[in-house]
């Protein structure tokens, strides 16, 4: 994150949450990401990032921008993927990246029914 030193991270840190793991992010994609992470956060996910450069390049690359989620550096993964894993460490969804918009939506979609079915129950 901005303004953090490099640590390791483990999706574990993150159970119980949903989490959306993009990779092959180009600064476009991330700028994208972040104007979004409020949207994201509201339906209950942490967005994690993956770059192919190393932390030094994307330390000053995203260095004045808006992007507050998390980096994962020196990931060799070059297509744009993203993940959705949901709270129980389960992965939901798979696929190529078009936009942050159509994440959400995806995210947005499987969300949902979960919230439905919990409503029910109680």
């Known amino acids: 994150m901005r303004g953090e030193d490099r640590r390791q991270l483990s999706l574990t840190h993150y159970r ?7 990779f ?10 972040a104007e ?4 994201f956060g509201a339906d209950g996910a942490i967005v994690l990032a ?13 260095a004045d921008t808006p992007v507050r989620f998390p980096m994962l550096v020196d990931v060799d993964e070059h297509r ?13 969804h798979i696929g190529l990246r078009r ?21 029910r129950a109680a």
């Open 99 to 119: 936009s942050a918009r159509e994440t959400l939506a995806t995210l947005e979609a499987l969300v949902a029914p979960r919230s439905r079915t919990l409503r």
């Open 50 to 62: 993956a770059t192919s450069h190393d932390w030094h390049d994307t330390a000053e690359r995203y």
């Open 24 to 33: 092959g992010v180009r600064r476009f994609d991330a700028i994208e990401l």
């Open 36 to 39: 979004l992470e409020d949207a």
């Open 80 to 92: 744009r993927i993203t993940v959705i894993v949901d709270p129980g460490g389960v992965v939901r």
């Open 16 to 22: 119980g949450t949903w989490v959306v793991l993009a």
